[in-house]
């Protein structure tokens, strides 16, 4: 099993940036795909980003592409979020996931651990 820990949220005015972090313990990272997904209140659960085992391939959802940047350093077992040109709508719970599964890495139900989640709030 693989524990996920985010860290990096915060609050921060429309148009500033963050940096998410996601550490793993338990196992390497190197394993699996992982993906960045994101709650607001009374919203279910929806994809943000994910990038593949080896960090050569990397998908967005059209709401953050241009905007968000995932990565991975597998030596550090850490994956990253950087969030640029934030808005008030990407106030959210932002959650880190891994993979067993190598597709479908857009839809939650296929991700096996996730971490706690980092609170993101964006005043405008």
């Known amino acids: 099993q693989v524990q996920l820990v985010e860290s990096g949220g915060g609050l921060v005015q429309a148009g500033g940036s963050l940096r998410l972090s996601c550490a793993a313990s338990g196992r390497t990272i190197s394993l699996y795909p992982m993906g960045w997904f994101r709650q607001a209140p009374g919203n279910e659960r929806e994809f943000v980003a994910a990038?593949?085992?080896?960090?050569?391939?990397?998908y967005y959802a059209d709401s953050v592409k241009g905007r968000f940047t995932i990565s991975r350093d597998n030596a550090k077992n850490t994956v990253y979020l950087q969030m640029n040109s934030l808005k008030p709508e990407d106030t959210a719970v932002y959650y880190c996931?891994?993979?067993?599964?190598?597709?479908?890495?857009?839809?939650?139900?296929?991700?096996?651990?996730w971490g706690q989640g980092t609170q993101v709030t964006v005043s405008s």
């Open positions: 996931a891994a993979t067993e599964r190598n597709f479908s890495l857009g839809v939650a139900r296929m991700y096996n651990y």
């Open positions: 990038i593949r085992r080896s960090g050569d391939s990397t």
